[in-house]
């Protein structure tokens, strides 16, 4: 089955820099590497999403960059802000039922 | 539209009890899921249900069991809840079928401590 590793665990920026996720996985037939964002004593909630025929794909502040033949892909979260605290997963699968996550990035932003 | 709907919030067990915890959606969702999320180690699949009348083992089945009811719910079962199960569960939903690779919405998600 797919394995996903995420790093760093906990990651802490100055509000108005930049952060960054990087997760690797491991079975390279996966086509489909969602992030997810859960906010303290929520539920997780999809911020973005990126086929593996796409590099890169953007949203406002967040962007998700793809390197299939390395396996791995990163998170970028530009201008931090205090509502970007948060846990985050990545996850990667061929499969809706076969989405593996990783072990979460907690993401706190200092004011 | 509520969308994914877990009941309860919160449940306390004593070792052995059972119980059972109930989730439905109203977005005509065809693949349902049942994960735990344990610190440090993120989400991890218990059962799913690709579709009504289907249901399949996923990563952490042991000691549990589900029920596909209608399209609309999905059920998880503990017989004989453990310590080792204190958790907490979400239900999620995808369009799933032959829109594979759809988003997952998560219910509230169930606190369950087992003493």
């Known amino acids: 089955g797919e394995n996903v590793e995420q790093h760093p665990s906990t990651l802490s920026v100055q509000e108005g820099d930049s952060a960054v996720i990087k997760c690797t996985y491991s079975?390279?037939?996966?086509?489909?590497f969602p992030w997810y964002k859960q906010e303290l004593g929520k539920r997780p909630q999809l911020i973005i999403d990126i086929r593996s025929n796409v590099g890169e794909k953007k949203d406002q502040r967040i962007a998700v960059t793809l390197n299939k033949t390395a396996k791995h892909f990163s998170l970028h979260i530009t201008e931090t802000q205090p509502e970007d605290s948060a846990v985050y997963f990545c996850a990667a699968t061929l499969y809706d039922y076969k989405l593996s996550f990783g072990a979460g990035t907690t993401v706190t932003v200092r004011a | 539209n509520a969308g994914v709907t877990q009941t309860p919030k919160f449940q306390v067990l004593k070792t052995g009890q059972s119980m059972t915890l109930q989730c439905a959606q109203d977005m005509n969702h065809n693949s349902m899921y049942w994960y735990r999320q344990d610190p440090g180690m993120g989400l991890r699949l218990i059962y799913y249900s690709a579709s009504e009348g289907t249901t399949d083992k996923g990563e952490v089945p042991n000691g549990y069991n589900v029920s596909r009811l209608n399209k609309r719910e999905f059920s998880l079962r503990l017989e004989s809840a453990a310590p080792s199960q204190t958790s907490v569960y979400f239900c999620?939903?995808?369009?799933?079928?032959?829109?594979?690779?759809?988003?997952?919405?998560f219910g509230n998600g169930t606190r369950l401590t087992v003493t």
């Open positions: 999620a939903s995808s369009e799933g079928g032959s829109s594979y690779n759809s988003p997952l919405h």
């Open positions: 079975d390279s037939a996966s086509n489909y």
